[in-house]
């Protein structure tokens, strides 16, 4: 690992660890190193996970904002830190191991840019709110709007 990210991976690998989103295994049958991605002013660590592709359609966003723009006022809400809320099942946390200077780690929770984060994510979501859906309420990823006339919206 480049050494001038050493300091800020171990910061982060120790965050993650300390609030429960990983944990330290002894074995696994997969592993995958950690990609440090360089972004302006921080650095962004990626998992390079072979996963296959979940198919799960993700909502247009012109629909999404030409469905709500019909009505008189709307609420957006952000679902911030979505993929940490959903769990991975103890069968599947080996799949996305991952080794570090301090030892080889699971994810218990999704992990931020992992393939199949986005459309997971949505998938679950939209079977939570699907009574809602169009009714008066519309899902993109981690943006949640509320719709209505003026006279309901409250």
């Not at 709500?68 to 946390?93: A, C, K, M, P």
């Not at 570090?100 to 986005?118: L, S």
């Amino acid at each position: 690992m480049n050494l001038n990210y050493v300091t800020t991976v171990e910061h982060d690998i120790d965050k993650l660890f300390a609030i429960g989103f990983i944990k330290l295994v002894e074995e696994t049958t997969w592993l995958s190193p950690i990609v440090v991605v360089p972004k302006k002013n921080k650095i962004e660590i990626k998992f390079n996970v072979p996963i296959k592709k979940n198919p799960y359609l993700l909502p247009f966003t012109d629909e999404v904002i030409n469905f709500v723009i019909e009505h008189e006022v709307y609420t957006f809400l952000n679902g911030f830190s979505r993929y940490h809320h959903i769990s991975i099942t103890l069968e599947d946390q080996y799949k996305i191991a991952f080794v570090t200077d301090w030892g080889t780690f699971v994810w218990v929770v999704m992990a931020f840019g992992v393939k199949n984060e986005p459309p997971t994510y949505q998938k679950v979501v939209t079977k939570a709110f699907c009574e809602y859906i169009d009714v008066f309420m519309k899902i993109f990823l981690d943006d949640f709007i509320i719709f209505s006339y003026m006279s309901n919206h409250i």
